[in-house]
């Protein structure tokens, strides 16, 4: 017998290790002979810690389980929620990017090759890199941590630039409020990571990687660590990747709390041990990134794609999506919602449907007001632009953007202004300070705000203008982005923005 | 959970750093043993990292102060860290800090005259499906209340 409980921060959080300690103990009291498997999750939080038991070729779900359900659990009373893969939430799935995270040992690289692991680089391996460019330009994949720039052309800059060494970085600074793929990703299928990276530097020539991942992540930096350690001992890292490759490492390094590292060239920056402070481009990092020399800087998600584009191959990839949003995204569901967690799916659905009927709607029970997609950067979507289907071009189209997919949903309690200040204040916290728009904007936002609250009709353009200054004025998409909830919360709630707003129209 | 002592040996430092040249871009993780040593990076070891690096003392003191994460004194015994990003305010978040804050008798970035807690800000920890979320002692907590979050201040000398 299998007891899966996850080893998943959120499920942490809600009490697994509590459980898994519990099975431990009962079943040495039983003298019951069970191996307890620390599995990622399947991405249902609010069924978390979920539990799985297989037993004779079946392997069936509880959840959420406590301690002291344990007892019933081992004596098959406890009621089950039937297979992970019948529960709807999940069914609706299109699993690709996330297909093994909460089903297999993310301690164990054997299991992962069981899984499918490794088919995706082992192709590669017998590829010219001029082919694994064209396969993954034809798969459509564009960066996944927000900007969405195609993955295929960046690495192919870094292939043609001449250099004596390259790196492969990821960006595992997953700071936007509303988004956890990238942490569970790592925690779940930390293979898939790496081997997305090796792909990455046998590709475009680059024999060393680096993840930099934020220090809020405990248990990812755990898991990272110790994958790289499994793989490198089992031949996937070091001088000749799999026996018969080139040379390529990599190491996990960890961020200090700064949220603007997120941005690739602080990131670039912060990695050489320097202020993590935004460089300004050009050059590209692709031409002179880490340390100066040709670097992929992509996310967390992007590079944990690739290995199932080469796996199944670029059509199969580019057959999901919607317009020049192909294949999957997972995005993540959060905030005030009866049903959150990891839901992978096409491009395209409408968010109406994600958070209605995919999410249930808000665990308050209260109307939803309004969802902010793609982080603290990203805009308060009201209701009214429910009908507006999940890519990167259509929520441009609205005034938005998916960002890293995260979507935080807000019932009618909510305090719009509040909001809006709370995402200049954040901006102003967080500021590299080296562009005047954000540094001196971000501050000036905060002072505005407040002045509309206490009444001041004047204020109103003026923030509309400061906005503006800060969207075409600010080196990176901190000071850029910010604009878009204060905007979106302005333009959606005008009547929350205090009396002022009245008498200005 | 921190080292009260204010001045580490030198060679306490000489070593770490030692650990640590090898690597590309050692700063940061030279910093990060430093804490995790001494609960806060001792403000003796920066022209020793400034010498060791070829940086001047400006530029190590610089990386220190720009990262949330450094110490420049020692915390409580315990570290309360709260989530004041939005998926958590859209779950009662700010309430909670309020909460926790004044039941404790201090602000952000504090420590209970006790020295028992100190409780911190952080913008998101990735628990935004299980909100509000919190960190103690670097255990994650979802849905994280005033109560738990306060029951370690009368706990004393851990």
Known sequence: MKIYVPRDAAAKALGADEVAEAVAREAEARGMSLQIVRNGSRGMVWLEPLVEVEASGRRLAYGPVQASDVPALLDGTLDSLGAVEDIPFFARQTRLTFARVGLNDPHSLDD???HGGLAGLRRVLDMRGEAVIDELKASGLRGRGGAG???GIKWDTV???HADRKYIVCNADEGDSGTFADRMLMEGDPFCLIEGMVIAGVTVGATKGFVYLRSEYPDAIEVMTEAVELARAAGLLGDAVLG????????????AGAYVCGEETSLLNSLEGKRGVVRAKPPLPALEGLFGKPTVVNNVLTLATVPVIFEKGAEHYASFGLGRSKGTMPIQIAGNVARGGLFETAFGMPLGELV??????????????AVQVGGPLGAYMPTSKFDTPFGYEEFDGQGGLIGHA???????SADMAGLARFAMEFCAVESCG??????IGAVRGVETIDRIAAGDAAAVPLLEDLCETMRDGSLCALGGFTPYPVLSALRGFPEEFGPARDAAE | MTTQAAEPAPEALAEIIEAHTHLEGPLLPILHAMQEAFGFVPGTAVPVIAKALKLTRAEVHGVISFYHDFREAPAGRHTVKICRAEACQAVGGAALSEAVLSKLG????????DGAVTVEPVYCLGLCACAPAAMVDGKVMGRADADRLTALAGEGAA
């Open chain 1, 112 to 114: 992962y090759k069981a």
């Open chain 1, 149 to 151: 720039f195609p993955a």
């Open chain 1, 159 to 161: 292939r043609m630039a």
């Open chain 1, 244 to 255: 018969t490759g080139p040379a390529f490492d990599m190491e996990i390094r960890v961020g």
């Open chain 1, 356 to 369: 209605n009927d995919v999410a249930g709607g808000t665990a308050s029970g209260r109307p939803v007001k």
């Open chain 1, 406 to 412: 995260g979507v935080v949903v807000f019932d009618d």
């Open chain 1, 434 to 439: 080296k562009c005047t728009p954000c540094r």
């Open chain 2, 106 to 113: 201090i602000g952000w970035g504090e420590t209970t005259p």
